[in-house]
């Protein structure tokens, strides 16, 4: 009954390491969402994907790229590990319907400690 | 900057009560609201949807949308302590934004 996976649920990883999360779903949803979340600061968009290939920058995408080269994965990348990207990261799916995004899906998420 | 704006709480309340959780947005675009439950470690679950104005209602569960106000609330009956959760507020037209989420503990 899995319909997003996200690769790793836990990792520590140290600065200046590049790092890459992978999100897998299965639902053959369109788009694809990567979030970060935080303490007191909820849920802040990173990046996203509306088709292979083609990627937006969210709210806070500095220190991040995306990769999407095909429709059910997205990988999100951390070019140089810095210790303000510990954090909790999620990965979500949706597609769009005729009231806008269907549900969300989220990842179990992956619980990143950069040290 | 399109947002939604929920109280972080904590909200508190006893064993079989209503808690009554609520949500604005900006967006005048939106038209789908949804709730998630958020577990402390776990990733947000859905609870609900709602796309028209008005009360829709699932088991323990009411959802409620005033687009002229740009409002939403959900209401929970005879709460219980496994309620006890953070609850996320979501909108946007195509790409889900997130409120803050709210606190909600029931205490025996």
């Known amino acids: 009954d899995v319909k997003v996976t996200q690769s790793s649920r836990y990792l520590v990883k140290r600065t200046g390491e590049k790092v890459f999360l992978e999100c897998v779903q299965d639902?053959?949803?369109?788009?694809m969402f990567w979030y970060r979340q935080d303490p007191g600061l909820g849920l802040r968009l990173i990046y996203f994907?509306?088709?292979?290939?083609?990627?937006e920058k969210g709210d806070i995408p500095e220190g991040y790229s995306v990769s999407r080269e095909k429709k059910e994965r997205f990988s999100l990348i951390l070019e140089s590990a810095s210790t303000n990207q510990t954090s909790m990261y999620l990965c979500?799916?949706?597609?769009?319907?005729?009231?806008?995004?269907?549900?969300?899906?989220f990842g179990q998420g992956t619980r990143l400690t950069v040290v | 900057q399109k947002e939604v704006e929920q109280n972080s709480g904590p909200l508190s309340v006893p064993e079989g009560a209503i808690a009554s959780l609520n949500c604005t947005y900006s967006?005048?675009?939106?038209?789908?609201f949804f709730w998630y439950r958020q577990y402390s470690g776990k990733s947000p679950e859905l609870i609900m949807f709602?796309?028209?104005?008005g009360d829709k209602e699932d088991g323990r569960f009411t959802a409620q949308l005033n687009k002229a106000s740009q409002y939403v609330s959900l209401l929970i009956r005879d709460s219980q302590p496994s309620d006890s959760a953070t609850y996320l507020c979501?909108?946007?037209?195509?790409?889900?934004?997130f409120g803050r989420g709210t606190s909600l503990i029931v205490h025996p």
């Open positions: 979500a799916s949706t597609n769009p319907g005729s009231s806008g995004n269907t549900e969300a899906f």
């Open positions: 639902m053959d949803h369109e788009n």
């Open positions: 979501a909108g946007g037209s195509y790409i889900p934004t």
């Open positions: 967006d005048r675009g939106s038209q789908s």
């Open positions: 709602i796309y028209s104005n």
């Open positions: 994907s509306y088709d292979v290939k083609m990627k």
